[in-house]
T-cell receptor, first 111, second 113 residues
Framework: GQQLNQSPQSMFIQEGEDVSMNCTSS?????WLWYKQDPGEGPVLLIA?????ELTSNGRLTAQFGITRKDSFLNISASIPSDVGIYFC???????????FGQGTTLQVKP | GAGVSQSPRYKVAKRGQDVALRCDPI?????LFWYQQALGQGPEFLTY????????KSGLPSDRFFAERPEGSVSTLKIQRTQQEDSAVYLC???????????FGPGTRLTVL
């Protein structure tokens, strides 16, 4: 089935540093999404990307939808302690609406 | 209560028991999804409802898994004769329609002993 490969698996950074994570797929997606999940909670949508090549920002977050529609990256600038959590990329094919998720990137920020 | 709610939040079952997990979607949301999240993994799709119709159940791992949404709002995911490999967090999500943002509930953590 469809799979998303997300990297890195985990990151441990200093507060104030920038972070970059990416996601690749063997299949084309119509929409790329980035979610954050805190312990004991469900994923929360951070950024949605709808067009190949699209670059979208949401505060300190920036994400891009790859030209081939098979990849995406998420950047977090000037990290703060509350950025700690697990970040997931997800692809959406648009037929039934089901999301295909990556394995997640665990981010830890040292104050 | 503006968000998606799920109950129970935690469930411990002995192997072979049946369990029922409940999802209350956001009022007015037509689409409802169930996902299974194993420890250290991303959520995996189980099934999708549009109103009361189950349009996609391709992700259900076996015939022991059954989901329903009889009145197009609350949904129940039932697992019969639970096995240890069923241990996971079960997430429910709802959206205005299948093309819109999916809002997730907090999940039910199922542990099968």
């Amino acid at each position: 089935g469809q799979q998303l490969n997300q990297s890195p698996q985990s990151m441990f950074i200093q507060e104030g540093e920038d972070v970059s994570m990416n996601c690749t797929s063997s299949s084309i997606f119509n929409t790329w999404l980035w979610y954050k999940q805190d312990p004991g909670e469900g994923p929360v949508l951070l950024i949605a990307l709808y067009k190949a090549g699209e670059l979208t920002s949401n505060g300190r977050l920036t994400a891009q939808f790859g030209i081939t529609r098979k990849d995406s990256f998420l950047n977090i600038s000037a990290s703060i302690p509350s950025d700690v959590g697990i970040y997931f990329c997800a692809g959406h094919t648009g037929n039934t609406g089901k999301l295909i998720f990556g394995q997640g990137t665990t981010l830890q920020v040292k104050p | 209560g503006a968000g998606v709610s799920q109950s129970p939040r935690y469930k411990v079952a002995k192997r072979g028991q049946d369990v029922a997990l409940r999802c209350d979607p956001i009022s007015g949301h037509v689409s409802l999804f169930w996902y299974q999240q194993a420890l250290g993994q991303g959520p995996e799709f189980l099934t999708y409802f549009q109103n009361e119709a189950q349009l996609d159940k391709s992700g259900l791992p076996s015939d022991r898994f059954f989901a329903e949404r009889p009145e197009g709002s609350v949904s129940t995911l039932k697992i019969q004769r639970t096995q240890q490999e069923d241990s996971a967090v079960y997430l429910c999500a709802s959206s205005l329609d299948r093309y819109n943002e999916q809002f997730f509930g907090p999940g039910t953590r199922l542990t099968v002993l």
